[in-house]
């Protein structure tokens, strides 16, 4: 889906509404705000409508089962406002309207019923825009751009330090025991290890043995 939206010619959300949204959401009062961005969203083209409909209910299905597959609102909101908005991060005002434009993802995804099928405002979401420039208490969910998936409100505790041991641990022997004698250590000798003997002449004839100089051994 990601790879559908990054070809097209422009953004599913288009650039020319874009800075009405960013001005909307700026808005402190809460319903002001998003009735605004409402009536921003009833001017997209009748085809980026749809589609953006469609796309924003299905991420609303996917963050209902947030406590099992921890995929809220804010950590979808992350990972898809850039191929839904498709930012020029090379310029400054992109980088710096990163967040704002990550939190109207945000509030459309929550407020799916709101915006596309007519119904009151949900709970949640009832930050000021400047508490949610300013950084707010989310930021933690930025981890899913980095490759993992990360609930924004874990908190889970870190792993104890490990600590060495006082004594180094004692190795068990798995060979023949190891007798200590208690009297003068002894170099062992270094006397080479004695010529195996071939078996060959064993098994040659007593007629062809070796020790018969070949005369013998023809005569024989």
Known sequence: MKAFFSELPEPLVPYSMQPELAEAFKINDRE??????????RHFPRENYEVFKYVISHLNKVSQNSKSNLMTSENLSICFWPTLMRPDFTTMDAL???RTHQTIIESFIHQCAF??????LSNGL???PNSTLSGGSGTS???????????STS??????????????????HYGPPIHQHHHQHRSPSHSPPPTPQSTIPTLLP????????PAEQHTL
Do not use: E, W
Not at 141 to 151: L, R
Not at 156 to 172: C, K, R, S
Not at 206 to 213: E, G, R, V
């Open 115 to 120: 915006f596309f099928y007519n119904q009151p």
């Open 155 to 172: 908190s889970a505790p870190p792993p104890p330090a490990y600590v060495l041991p006082a004594t180094p641990p004692v190795i068990p």
């Open 126 to 128: 009832t930050s000021s």
């Open 206 to 213: 007593h007629s062809l043995h070796p020790h018969h100089s």
């Open 32 to 41: 002001q705000r998003f009735q605004t961005m409402k009536d921003v969203l």
């Open 96 to 98: 710096t309207a990163t």
């Open 141 to 151: 969910a930025y981890s899913c751009m980095a490759g993992g998936y990360s609930s």
